[in-house]
């Protein structure tokens, strides 16, 4: 089955540092969808991506769909204490192990 | 977007009992869905509820387990049964909506 592995497992940054995670899965994506959980809380939508090596932003956001399809990012320009979470990517039908990002004031 | 109301939030249920977790969406949805979710890892999907037919399971999930039931478009319903310590962890309830999936708040069970 469909498996979707991301790292890093854990990032601890400073506040202001860049924070990126990859996602890669085993079979090619029809699309693949980004969702950030904070901690107590559920899986919260993101953004989607379609097309092959298509970016989006979302302010201090960017997101990257691989030309293949198979792989993802998210990098968070100059990460604030209100990017704390788990950030996961998901296939249409497996989500990724996650990130957990923790931030340093 | 949808709203999904999930209840309860938390039990604490004593083993061999069983626990019926609900979850109703503001908004009729075409199809629900059920995970878990140990503390500090990611979601695995327990099943697709359909509804007016039978949820289907994915690999290591089996009906008499986690019975489901989806009899509307709005609202559907996870059954925990025969419950052990091994099943304590965060059920999740979700709608798919048009691009993305939308989550209930969670049931954080825990089976002593």
């Known amino acids: 089955g469909q498996q979707v592995m991301q790292i890093p497992q854990y990032q601890h940054v400073q506040e202001g540092e860049d924070f990126t995670t990859y996602c890669n899965s085993s079979?090619?994506?029809?699309?693949i969808q980004w969702y950030k959980q904070r901690p107590g809380g559920h899986p919260v939508f993101l953004i989607q991506?379609?097309?092959?090596?298509e970016v989006k932003k979302q302010k201090r956001l960017t997101f990257q769909f691989g030309e293949a399809k198979k792989n993802s990012s998210l990098h968070i320009t100059a990460t604030q204490t209100t990017d704390v979470g788990t950030y996961f990517c998901?296939?249409?039908?497996?989500f990724g192990t996650g990130t957990r990002l923790t931030i340093i004031p | 977007s949808a709203v999904i109301s999930q209840k309860p939030s938390r039990d604490i249920c004593q083993r061999g009992t069983s626990l019926t977790i609900q979850c109703q969406v503001d908004s009729q949805v075409t199809m629900m869905f059920w995970y878990r979710q140990q503390p500090g890892q990611s979601l695995t999907l327990i099943a697709t509820a359909n509804q007016g037919s039978e949820a289907t399971y994915e690999s290591g999930f089996v009906i008499d387990k986690f019975p489901i039931s989806r009899p509307n478009l709005t609202f559907s319903t996870l059954t925990v049964s025969n419950m052990s310590p091994e099943d304590s962890s965060i059920y999740l309830c979700s709608a798919q909506g048009h691009r993305e999936a939308f989550f209930g708040q969670g049931t954080r069970l825990t089976v002593v």
């Open positions: 079979t090619t994506l029809s699309n």
């Open positions: 991506l379609v097309k092959s090596g």
């Open positions: 998901a296939g249409p039908v497996a």
